[in-house]
RNA sequence: CGGGGCGUAGCUCAGCUUGGUAGAGCGCCUGGUUUGGGACCAGGAGGCCGCAAGUUCAAAUCUUGUCGCCCCGACCA
């Protein structure tokens, strides 16, 4: 048992940040709300962004990057927008520093600006009025521009990787010659959006559209994905907007038309966060730490040697190299041994291509140790090699996720190998979240059923409902329950709203949400 | 912004009621014995007791003020 880590059913809350502090993914900063995400963390958004890249290239996408200062007006140009914003906006008014004359040692803002400058929560506005500058024709559309970012949003209360006052995110905006093809557009992000979830992180997602009431401030439609944590909570693990004319209308982004005439653009945007970290570690991990789905492991194999004496260190050593030569090839352990101490954690490149490498902790501590070090890591597998082992040709492999231990022969291994049984481990990763999503998604015909369903068992619960704002509301202020979407498998027909008991043709899915 | 709690070693906290030499466990450093799931022994480093004022011969301890943090709500990718 990790004696530093709260198990789940005792307090979730304290698990989840126990996790982050053991697999030293983030710490908390000296401002409020905002946290450093530390190298093991880094990794794997690193990995988060090599990835979703290359899906945003594939579909067209280039990136490109705005300022971080927004003037504060733009802010206002879209009604529903600086509402949505305005109350979590971080304002810079002075554009330089003085000594206090009053207060020694103590310095006060100086020179105010002209204008406020707001740091940006989310960029339509700068980009809008960039794109406005940029489309004069038809022949100019569309942009499919993507960056990658900070953005600062003044939340009340924060929690690691789920709600940061500032975090790093990627925010796609794209600019169209006619609806369809923005509606297009913001279905296909939503797709990539799903599919990376599902084939990288390992996390069974379901899409639909958002309720009016949930829509992001200044689009015609949102469309997201949503997620289950083991505590059967939802959490919105990605959006998709179709803004319609709204910011194009704001901005003025125009063009000469097909048909001679001067037109606002369709424009459209999506982002997903730092906050896939916070969905990875509440959708996988265990009482005993981080379990990192595989695809994004900056570490895939950690090796742990075993040995008592000089004479055992030396033999453990050769038969480890034997299988790095297999896993990673001579020349990269070559590479390594010219300029890695024989001593610490040595740290071979798997595949270059996704950073991810395979670590042979030498350190000077004891066994058990070590396992537990990369156990709460999440690292996929772990091979234990002896003086035992050595003798019979095989080392103890260890996976991570079901804490199994098996004997391998060294002659079984090789980069193919273990690139199966990064492979397996996904799928089970997978098929285990997704058969807890399914067994926590349950059906409510009456209002009743559905608020017994959260006060005993939480989940998702599928229900016809008509959306509307004061029944969401009313919803939320009696079960915490908010509608997280109206997902895209309709059964079709009719049926009574569990709320009004209004005919109704949609179906949606509740849930208590981070 | 409303309700509750807390500021003492890197971390978790005791000490405060009843003022009198600054404490424990974990972690860190040194040496030795160890090493197949969180070792043991010995030695050591580390503190303006959040900050400021007051009471007192004397304040971590009492009083007042102030700043900060955490938890619960409203807001939220």
Redesign the pocket.
Known sequence: ?????KPRAQDY?QWYIDVIK?AQLAD?SPV??CMVIRPEGYAIWEAIQRDLDRRFKETGHVNAYFPLLIPQSFLAKEAQHVE?FA??CAVVTHSRLEKDPNKPGVLKPASPLEEPLVIRPTSETMIGHMYAQWVQSYRDLPILINQWCNVM?W?????LF????E?L?QEGHTAHETPEEAQEETLRMLDVYAAFAEEVLAIPVVKGEKTES?K?PGADTTY?IEALMQDGKAL????SHNLGQNFSKAFDIKYLGRDQKQQHVWTTSW?V???LIGAMIMAHSDD?GLVVPPKVAPVVTAIVP???SPEEAAKVREFIEKILVALVGAEEVAAVAKRAKAEGIASYFFDKASDQRIVVDWR??????K???W??RGVPF?M???????DGGA??F?QRLD?S?AMVQVGEVSAAWLRGKLDEMHKAMFDKAAKFRDENIRRAETYAQMKEIFETKGGFVRAWFKPSREAEAKI??ET?ATVRCIPFDQPGGTGKCIFTGEETETEVLFAVA?
């Not at 048992?1 to 880590?5: D, H, V």
């Not at 919105?236 to 959006?239: V, W």
């Open positions: 048992m990790a004696k530093n880590i809350n053991a908390y409020k709300g949505g109350m979590e949003r939340e009340m209360r924060t929690r789920l709600r940061t006052a975090f995110w949930e992001f997201c919105q693990a990605g959006t982002g966060s730092t906050r005993e075993i040995f008592k000077d501590s004891r066994p058990g140790d396992q537990y070090h156990e709460q772990r234990e090699v002896g003086p035992r082992d050595v080392f103890v260890k804490r231990k939320k202020d915490k981070y």
